[in-house]
């Protein structure tokens, strides 16, 4: 998402770079690059001259003007910044008797009732015994799309029989359960609405009355821009809203509202959707994004990721077979697939230190899917033996993939390739080189510009 507002990031600290010394008048001119940057990314104007003006007083000093390293001082000047801007990461309560509340609010359109299926697949891996409470009345079908993920999830859910019941109804019926016995956790998914809707908010300043939630989390949609940004000042002036769940950090937005919402609303960030999957929920940390923003690279995540995505049976079966040079194609299938489950590649990409936008331009996102597809033409036999991928085969494959030949060929060169980098580390004789011939397939990086 942040990839427009990196690009101009670097280039503006570009001009900084091979500078003994910083004037006043080089960092003037870096920060109105920077003051551009943001508004292009949508940020608002306020929340830029303000982070602005607290950059070039920092910027601007004996300890910059002596360092050995101006343009990096900067930098890191912009990155702590962009923490404070960002503020502290909101954290859910947990009351000390009762169940805890979680009241989801936002606009039509936001992805609420999917960011509550998400909440509660992350805080049921936390431990906790989440209960969904339906009360989304007004769009056709809400009801039905949160059972079927609750189903997915295997979380309990409260609703009123179809046709029947109130939003407050539900909500009250939801707690109630809890407190009951059912849950210690209850979400309550209520319909969007728009701010300037009075008998909507009216409703919703009701149900929060009524229920006292522990959280109120406005769930905002990055892909809005400024617009999310006045619609979450409003809710904040009708509800006592906790935190915010920004939604959709994985698309095309600019980034404007992850940088604003905070100062505006005054409720912190608290988590962050970054993809469709029921799994795709982090945990909002303020240092991991200033990094990502700046193309410092979040190795953290990315191992967190990692983590999720493999076992450590898996992992350390995958190394002994590496080491002792048997790992088939069967295995690279399913490493491609846990490579996959950590998220879009480039997205993976981009938390590796150094992966700036230009970087990641020529990154093909159908790459691995075109990988795979090779993979999964062939028998379960061929990709255990691919020693046994004669001509016939190797043009079988490349038909049932939809790929040609010269890509099947490449991708058996990569992996005859690793299995004499294996040999070659078993035996202590790594030269420090790929070998000769191991080039990795047009899509996974076989291209000018990209590793191997």
């Known amino acids: 998402m942040f990839e427009s507002l990196s690009g101009a990031l670097a280039a503006a600290f570009q001009k900084l770079r091979g500078r003994g010394a910083l004037t006043e008048q080089d960092v003037a001119e870096a920060l109105r690059a920077v003051r551009r940057a943001l508004l292009e990314a949508d940020v608002n104007v306020k929340v830029a001259k303000e982070f602005v003006e607290a950059v070039q007083k920092r910027a601007v000093g004996q300890e910059v003007l002596r360092a050995v390293s101006p343009a990096q001082q900067v930098v890191k000047i912009v990155h702590d910044e962009l923490v404070l801007l960002m503020g502290e990461p909101g954290r859910l309560k947990r009351p000390p008797s009762g169940?805890?509340?979680?009241?989801?609010?936002?606009?039509?359109g936001s992805g609420k009732t999917t960011t509550a299926g998400k909440l509660a697949a992350f805080l049921k891996k936390e431990g906790r015994k989440v209960l969904l409470a339906a009360a989304d009345l007004q769009r056709p079908a809400a009801v039905e799309q949160l059972k079927t993920l609750a189903a997915q999830i295997g979380v309990p859910i409260h609703a009123a029989p179809p046709g029947s019941g109130t939003p407050l109804g539900v909500c009250?019926?939801?707690?109630?359960?809890a407190r009951a016995g059912s849950a210690d956790t209850v979400i309550l998914d209520t319909a969007g609405r728009l701010h300037v809707d009075?008998?909507?908010m009216d409703e919703i300043t009701a149900i929060a009355r009524a229920v006292e939630p522990t959280d109120v989390l406005f769930v905002c949609d990055a892909m809005t821009g400024q617009d999310a940004?006045?619609?979450?000042?409003?809710?904040?002036?009708?509800?006592?809203?906790?935190?915010?769940?920004?939604t959709k950090l994985d698309g095309d937005a600019r980034g404007g509202a992850a940088l604003s919402v905070r100062t505006v609303t005054g409720?912190?960030?608290a988590f962050i959707g970054v993809g469709e999957k029921l799994d795709r929920l982090e945990a909002f940390q303020p240092e991991r994004m200033a990094s990502r923003i700046l193309g410092m690279g979040d190795v953290v995540s990315l191992v967190e990721r990692a983590q999720q995505a493999v076992s450590q049976h898996e992992a350390e079966e995958m190394q002994e077979k590496l080491l002792k040079a048997t790992f088939t194609l069967e295995d690279m299938l399913s490493q491609l697939k846990a490579f996959q489950r950590m998220g879009p590649l480039k997205e993976v990409l981009g938390m590796l230190p150094g992966m700036g936008a230009a970087?990641?331009?020529?990154?093909d996102e159908k790459s691995l899917k075109h990988t795979e597809a090779i993979l999964l033409s062939m028998t379960p036999a061929e990709r255990r033996r691919p020693d046994i991928l004669d001509g016939r085969r190797r043009s079988r494959i490349a038909k049932g993939s939809g790929r040609p030949v010269q890509d099947v060929n490449q991708l058996l060169k990569m992996h005859e390739g690793m299995k004499k980098m294996?040999?070659?580390f078993k035996g202590?004789?790594?030269?420090?080189?790929?070998p000769r011939g191991m080039r990795l397939p047009p899509g996974l990086g076989g291209r000018p510009g990209m590793p191997g």
């Open 229 to 246: 940004v006045n619609s979450a000042r409003a809710f904040s002036q009708a509800l006592p809203l906790t935190g915010v769940i920004l």
């Open 428 to 434: 202590g004789k790594m030269a420090g080189k790929m």
């Open 172 to 177: 009250r019926g939801a707690v109630e359960a």
């Open 99 to 108: 169940p805890a509340v979680i009241l989801l609010a936002g606009l039509q």
């Open 422 to 424: 294996m040999k070659q």
């Open 267 to 269: 409720a912190p960030l």
């Open 198 to 200: 009075a008998g909507l």
């Open 359 to 363: 970087a990641l331009e020529g990154v």
